[in-house]
């Protein structure tokens, strides 16, 4: 076992596990998938850290407990279509094209999403549509049955849950410093049903729509 692989396998075991993903689906996917492609190479030794590591444009990669807890939240099957609103590194793109049958990723960077790009089609991924653009303030018109926000908002983007059809699920998190909420959304015929996963601090996401200017991209 390679420094990279024992790493991986630390994080799942030590930082993973110990938060509550128990979906073997997930599980396996952390398992196999080289987070250290996602970083810099200045960064790889850090790459399966349990921290937020910077991205070049100034935008920032979730910690790997967080962005495995949210899609837990979203029971992912090879059935469903999910919009992912922020591509950053790639990497939760890629947990999502694994567990998904199509991942639709919208991002503001289209630099930083170009690099995303080539890091998943040179893993052989191939089941992502890659958009440019402000996924919170002008979602794309597409039916999907899952939708993963990428960062935090200060409040509940409602330009993306009108997105939801019925039994569709969001995971997304809301709030403010100290405190905020990593919530399931789902819509339920004419409305909402909404339970927190759990509590945590994330960069927020960079978009008019949420009325609170940042300089996190994800």
């Given at each position: 076992?390679?420094?990279?692989?024992?790493?991986?396998?630390?994080?799942?075991?030590?930082?993973?596990?110990?938060?509550?993903?128990?979906?073997?689906?997930?599980?396996?996917?952390?398992?196999?998938?080289?987070?250290?492609?996602?970083?810099?190479?200045?960064?790889?030794?850090?790459?399966?850290?349990?921290?937020?590591?910077?991205?070049?444009?100034?935008?920032?990669?979730?910690?790997?407990?967080?962005?495995?807890?949210?899609?837990?939240?979203?029971?992912?099957?090879?059935?469903?279509?999910?919009?992912?609103?922020?591509?950053?590194?790639?990497?939760?793109?890629?947990?999502?094209?694994?567990?998904?049958?199509?991942v639709?990723?919208?991002d503001?960077?289209?630099?930083?999403?170009?690099?995303?790009?080539?890091?998943?089609?040179?893993?052989?991924?191939?089941?992502?549509?890659?958009?440019?653009?402000?996924?919170?303030?002008?979602?794309?018109?597409?039916?999907v049955?899952?939708?993963?926000?990428?960062?935090?908002?200060?409040?509940?983007?409602?330009?993306l849950?009108?997105?939801?059809?019925?039994?569709?699920r969001?995971?997304?998190?809301?709030?403010?410093?100290?405190?905020?909420?990593?919530?399931?959304?789902?819509?339920?015929?004419?409305?909402?049903?909404?339970s927190?996963?759990?509590?945590?601090?994330?960069?927020?996401?960079?978009?008019?729509?949420?009325?609170?200017?940042?300089?996190?991209?994800?």
């Amino acid at each position: 076992m390679n420094y990279f692989e024992q790493a991986r396998f630390n994080m799942v075991e030590q930082q993973i596990r110990p938060w509550n993903v128990l979906d073997f689906n997930i599980l396996d996917v952390l398992a196999e998938l080289p987070r250290e492609r996602f970083v810099a190479p200045e960064q790889q030794a850090y790459a399966y850290a349990d921290i937020n590591l910077p991205l070049p444009n100034g935008s920032a990669m979730l910690e790997p407990k967080i962005v495995a807890r949210l899609i837990q939240g979203l029971k992912l099957t090879p059935a469903d279509t999910v919009l992912e609103i922020g591509t950053g590194s790639g990497y939760a793109t890629a947990i999502l094209a694994k567990l998904a049958g199509r991942v639709i990723s919208v991002d503001t960077d289209e630099i930083q999403q170009q690099k995303a790009r080539a890091v998943l089609e040179s893993l052989g991924i191939t089941n992502v549509e890659y958009r440019t653009g402000d996924g919170l303030a002008n979602p794309p018109i597409a039916t999907v049955s899952a939708i993963y926000v990428g960062g935090s908002c200060p409040v509940m983007p409602e330009a993306l849950r009108n997105k939801l059809a019925d039994g569709s699920r969001m995971a997304v998190i809301v709030g403010q410093e100290p405190v905020m909420h990593a919530l399931l959304v789902r819509r339920s015929g004419e409305g909402f049903e909404q339970s927190v996963l759990f509590d945590t601090v994330a960069p927020a996401l960079s978009s008019p729509a949420v009325n609170k200017p940042s300089s996190f991209r994800f």
